[in-house]
């Protein structure tokens, strides 16, 4: 005696009547899956080698002392690029560039007399997303945070003032 298949069996006791679904033939449903593989993973070596262009841009642009530029070519490369083993080295170079460009880019704006734009910054660097650890970036921002270390009357405002006193006095010695 031959048994009927499961789906069948199952229907009877519950009173049903059998639906039996077309089955997806395996080779076109593994063609799709393997399409789809391909594309992202040509999609993240895409992402890899602007990456990579990053880094090359981000140090060209620390080179010429614009931290400003560096720092936004940095965290392009260490939001593109993977932290995965086979990127690994590509993806810490590019989080230590973006790490020390934020902290020259920090100490730029506090010497312009912007506190809360480096404060921020700071606080990008050391959240958790980038490097929380980064040490020159702590002692900068405990730095920033004490009331007695930095003179915080020092304004854009007041460097704009003293820059017209700098001309005006260049100028009456010329006179």
Do not use: C, W
Request: glycine residues 4%; proline residues 5%; hydrophobic residues 40%.
């Amino acid at each position: 005696m031959t048994k009927p298949p499961l789906a069948t069996t199952i229907a009877t006791l519950l009173g049903a009547t059998v639906v039996l679904q077309p089955i997806i033939p395996t080779v076109a449903l593994g063609q799709a899956a393997q399409s789809q593989a391909l594309r992202e993973l040509a999609r993240r070596q895409q992402r890899e080698q602007m990456g990579r262009q990053a880094i090359r841009e981000g140090a060209r642009a620390m080179r010429e002392k614009d931290y400003e530029q560096a720092v936004a070519h940095y965290k392009l490369a260490v939001d593109n690029i993977p932290n995965a083993p086979a990127t690994r080295s590509s993806y810490a170079e590019a989080l230590d560039g973006f790490s020390r460009a934020s902290v020259r880019l920090a100490e730029q704006r506090i010497t312009e007399g912007r506190y809360a734009d480096a404060e921020n910054l700071l606080r990008l660097v050391l959240s958790e997303q980038y490097n929380p650890r980064h040490r020159d970036a702590m002692v900068l921002l405990v730095r920033l945070e004490d009331p007695t270390y930095f003179n915080r009357t020092i304004t854009p405002g007041f460097r704009a003032r003293v820059e017209d006193v700098k001309k005006f006095l260049n100028e009456a010695q010329g006179f």
